[in-house]
């Protein structure tokens, strides 16, 4: 079987439109690929928007998507602790008290 290849653009494409919410099998099924090849695409577009660079290798792409986890763990807690702060520091303040006049 040839093996086919896909242009840098075609290859992005592919993947907005799984970053816009469309699921990988639809998008491979309507591009006419491999839903693995579509899988491998994300993997690597993730990898790099964290500034990694993808590789080959199973076990440094296994560590690299433990460091994902972890960062998007990471994410979530401070996304948790600002929300708190925020609260938190709301709760102090007083409402202003209104003059009453009898």
Same mark, same amino acid.
């Given at each position: 079987?040839?093996? =086919?290849?896909? /242009?840098?653009?075609?290859?992005? !494409?592919?993947?907005?439109?799984?970053?816009?919410? =469309?699921?990988?099998? *639809?998008?491979?099924? !309507? @591009?006419?690929?491999?839903?693995?090849?579509?899988?491998? %695409?994300?993997?690597?577009?993730?990898?790099?928007? *964290?500034?990694? /660079?993808? /590789?080959? !290798?199973?076990?440094?792409?296994? !560590? @690299? &998507?433990?460091?994902?986890?972890? =960062?998007?763990?990471?994410? @979530?807690?401070?996304?948790?602790?600002?929300?708190?702060?925020?609260?938190? &520091?709301?709760?102090? =303040?007083?409402?202003?008290? %209104?003059? /009453?006049?009898?």
């Amino acid at each position: 079987m040839p093996r =086919i290849t896909y /242009t840098d653009e075609f290859k992005r !494409d592919a993947v907005a439109l799984v970053a816009s919410g =469309i699921p990988q099998k *639809q998008v491979a099924e !309507d @591009m006419g690929m491999a839903k693995t090849t579509l899988q491998a %695409w994300v993997r690597d577009a993730r990898f790099q928007s *964290q500034g990694m /660079t993808p /590789t080959t !290798d199973p076990e440094q792409r296994r !560590d @690299m &998507s433990q460091a994902l986890r972890r =960062i998007r763990e990471l994410e @979530m807690e401070n996304e948790v602790l600002r929300r708190a702060a925020a609260y938190l &520091s709301q709760a102090h =303040i007083t409402p202003p008290k %209104w003059s /009453t006049r009898s």
